[in-house]
Every structure is written in C-alpha cells, then in structure tokens.
C-alpha cells in the first residue's frame, strides 16, 4: 500500500492510496481521521503538517515451543521482569513459553541479528535448564518511540486530524485507555462540526467502542 493524506478544509480529510505497481488510486472521503500507524506515523504526520517525533526501536523475542512434557512443566505460568538483564517473559498457553527484551536502534531495518536473539536463548537456557530449546521461533519488530517515552494521543494542528501512536513497548499495555481518550476527544470535536442527527450517530457510537 502506497497511502497519502490530503487534508479539506471545513468538511473533513480526503484520504487516497494506491496499491503498489497499481496506477489507479482509490479515495475516501471521512468527517475525521485518526492517525494511527506505529512507525509510519511520522511520514503521514508530515503530510498534515505535524511533526510527530516517532522512531522505530526495534525489540527482539523468541517463542520457545514447549514439545515435550518436562519442558511444560518447567515453564513458569506468570509473567516475569528480569530486572538486570531487561528481558520479561510470558506463558502463552500451555505449549509456547515467551521470551523478550533489548531495544535496538538500526532505522527500519527490520532482520532478525543472532546477536540480539542468542542472549535470550541463553537466559532461558540458565534460568529454566529443563525447558528444551531445540524449537525456538525469533522475531523482531520495530516499536514506535518518542524521545520522552509518552505516546502522541490528541488532536493535531489542522482540524479533522488526530493522533493515538508513539506507544512504544507498552502497546497491549495504554490501548485500551488512549483508545477511549481519543474517542471522547473525537467525538467532542465532531458534535461540534456536524449535524444535531449525526451527532447523535456519534454519540451512540463512541458508546458502543467504551
């Protein structure tokens, strides 16, 4: 997907993308739009004339397959924060045990380093000598930063146009409160702006997503 954002005046955004090696373009016209998008959020920021001081720190995991019973078994069940090395971990289910941390800086690279996965292969392998590592799935992914580790949740310069992004490492963690605050936020811009019965659509709406 190839997206850009032209901004109208008064009566809402113009939204237009097209397809990579596609020449024709599709567009959409919404009251309000809300930008979203992890690391890209700074370009499409910059369309609208906001700048959005975002960047990709991308973090590591390995998800260990637990195959066999011993391995089950000494998996631990809750989460845990190691404290001096910064790598957490989690049970997912009863058969993938989570293992996370480092914080990379390297652009939009996006490969996956055995430099960076090895650490947790081994902290697994200290900690947790029974569970077998033989099947291990690493993964790698750009998280959205900002300098003060805060995300961008509000309105920007230009009317119609908002912001929930730069969650950084805490996605999981700040979505579902920045999902009501720019909600409200949305809609108290919109009540404003549009029709008293569109406005009720609004309402009833922003109710339903709390």
Not at 64 to 83: G, K, N, Q, Y
Request: charged content about 20%; hydrophobic content about 40%.
């Amino acid at each position: 997907m190839l997206p850009w954002i032209v901004w109208r005046p008064v009566n809402g955004v113009t939204l237009k993308w097209r397809t990579s090696g596609d020449d024709d373009s599709t567009t959409t016209f919404a009251d309000a739009v809300v930008i979203c998008a992890g690391v890209a959020s700074r370009r499409f920021a910059a369309m609208l004339g906001d700048r959005i001081n975002i960047y990709p720190v991308k973090g590591y995991s390995i998800t260990v397959e637990l195959a066999d019973a011993a391995s089950r078994d000494a998996a631990p069940h809750v989460s845990l924060l190691d404290d001096e090395t910064k790598i957490v971990s989690s049970r997912l289910g009863p058969g993938r045990f989570r293992v996370a941390g480092t914080a990379e800086f390297n652009g939009y690279n996006r490969d996956i380093r055995d430099v960076r996965v090895n650490p947790l292969i081994a902290w697994t392998r200290q900690l947790f000598p029974s569970v077998s590592t033989e099947r291990v799935v690493p993964w790698a992914g750009l998280r959205p930063m900002t300098p003060s580790m805060l995300p961008r949740v509000g309105a920007g310069r230009k009317p119609c146009v908002f912001y929930n992004t730069g969650h950084g490492h805490l996605g999981w963690t700040l979505s579902a409160a920045t999902a009501t605050i720019i909600a409200n936020t949305v809609e108290t811009h919109l009540r404003a702006t549009i029709p008293p019965r569109a406005a009720s659509f609004v309402s009833q709406t922003s109710q339903q997503i709390h």
